[in-house]
């Protein structure tokens, strides 16, 4: 499992005090209110920054970062990705996970019947759709629905599911 989970990454600066505009990567933008620091990946080191103050401007995050005061000094980390430790990360209920932990399951039929691996994961306005690359290489798309997903096993990295009719 990653030890670190991406929850934005920075578009473009934001006025000339040093803010950013995020695109939040987290089902809920809201989160970054209760959040005090996010680490910050150049790709070539990965540094802690402290958030001195949050606004929302429609689909966007608007951060301001302890330290970086210009537009200059803000415009050296565009495209850079923003990750919060599990420990900073939102409390999951039951039957609810992180993207980036499904990646790689090994899907099986109800019957256990290994289907493939889970590649991907599409949010949509109504459910997630998992995108299942199939052993034979065909591609399967299954909502996330208690219908179809029966069990999820997180220490084996495997998902039981059931393929409703027409799916395939």
Do not use: W
């Amino acid at each position: 499992m990653e030890e670190v989970l991406q929850v934005g990454i920075i578009t473009t600066t934001h006025g000339v005090r040093g803010e950013v505009k995020v695109y939040p990567t987290t089902d809920d933008a809201r989160r970054f209110k209760k959040l005090k620091e996010v680490i910050l990946d150049t790709g070539r080191e990965r540094i802690t920054l402290e958030i001195e103050g949050i606004k929302f401007f429609k689909q966007m995050v608007i951060l301001k970062f302890k330290g970086i005061d210009t537009l200059d000094e803000a415009a050296k980390y565009r495209q850079a990705g923003l990750y919060v430790t599990r420990e900073n990360a939102v409390k999951l209920n039951r039957d609810e996970y992180f993207i980036a932990d499904l990646m790689g399951l090994e899907v099986c039929d109800a019957s256990g019947e290994l289907l493939g691996c889970l590649e991907d994961v599409m949010t949509t306005g109504a459910n997630d759709v998992y995108v299942i690359r199939m052993t034979d290489g065909r591609e399967l798309l299954l909502p996330a629905i208690k219908q179809c997903i029966l069990n999820v096993d997180m220490e084996q990295r495997r998902m039981k599911v059931h393929v409703l009719e027409g799916l395939l």
